[in-house]
């Protein structure tokens, strides 16, 4: 089985990324995919909290067809910042109806670690990249989400009807509909008191439902969200009875990105 690598929320930071990327030998020093058929999926947020969102986002368009002209694979799956900046970029500072948020989408985009050069660059390649990616992935018997949330399980109940969904939900016109998709994006914290497994916890129910053995998520950083110091954030965090694995290193709090090889 060729080996499979995963990563999460890299905001920006792409100096750090490449750093990670040359580590497990999956680049080499002219920034060509060098890892042959190996298989890297990134958990989504490459845009805000860092120096150069878009620049990120070029450079996975770029390794995924350096990837794939050696038989190697490239995957990216939505993020609720990419959902964030979309939202920003669609309605501006607009009012929404029943959100009080001073500058509409682009005024919440911005508190949360927007940065206005990537909204700058942002051209209809990219827009259109973005509202094709997948929310969800099984690969290996590993369940890919950005998340830590069990409300992907609103938009579906298989991995081809959620990622239908929200494809939908990114082509909708209706600011109440983005604010909605918005939160289901970005809620987090679902599987922390499923220490032990058991048959209707919300971990249970996502792999039941959508497939896999193990969910690995970025989204809450190991930092925040886990209690792990930055100066001790080495590795991917596994949880709820090993059945679900953090791997937002934290990078724009000091942490790292963690490139995990699950395979």
């Known amino acids: ?55 990120v986002i070029n450079d996975i368009q770029r390794l995924a067809v350096s990837a794939t002209a050696v038989g190697g694979h490239v995957g990216a799956l939505l993020g609720n910042h990419e959902v964030q900046l979309l ?40 827009i259109e990249w973005m509202t094709h990616l997948p929310a969800v992935a099984v690969v290996d018997g590993f369940l890919l989400v950005h998340s830590d949330t069990a409300r992907y399980l609103e938009l579906g109940s298989s991995v081809a009807t959620v990622n239908a969904a929200v494809t939908m939900a990114l082509g909708s016109s209706d ?36 497939g896999g053995n193990v969910l690995v998520h970025g989204h809450s950083t190991l930092t925040k969200h886990f209690g792990v110091a930055p100066q001790d954030v080495t590795a ?9 694995i953090a791997i937002d290193g934290g990078v724009y709090e000091g942490g790292r990105i963690l490139l995990t090889q699950l395979r």
């Open 87 to 126: 939202a920003a970029h669609r309605f501006g500072t607009m009012p929404v109806a029943g959100w009080d948020e001073p500058g509409g989408f682009q005024g919440g985009w911005a508190r949360f670690g927007g940065r206005e050069k990537d909204l700058r660059r942002l051209t209809p390649q990219h």
């Open 1 to 55: 089985m060729t080996p499979l690598y995963v990563a999460a929320d890299i905001h920006g930071h792409r100096s750090e990324f490449w750093e990670s990327l040359g580590e497990a030998g999956l680049v080499d020093r002219t920034g060509h995919w060098s890892g042959g058929g190996a298989r890297m999926w990134l958990l989504g947020d490459y845009v805000d909290r860092g120096p150069d969102g878009i620049g």
């Open 236 to 244: 991917a965090l596994p949880y709820a009875d090993d059945r679900v």
């Open 175 to 210: 600011p109440a509909a983005w604010l909605d998709f918005c939160g289901r994006m970005s809620d987090r914290g679902a599987f922390r008191d499923a220490e032990s497994a058991k048959p209707d916890d919300r971990v249970s129910m996502m792999l039941r439902t959508l």
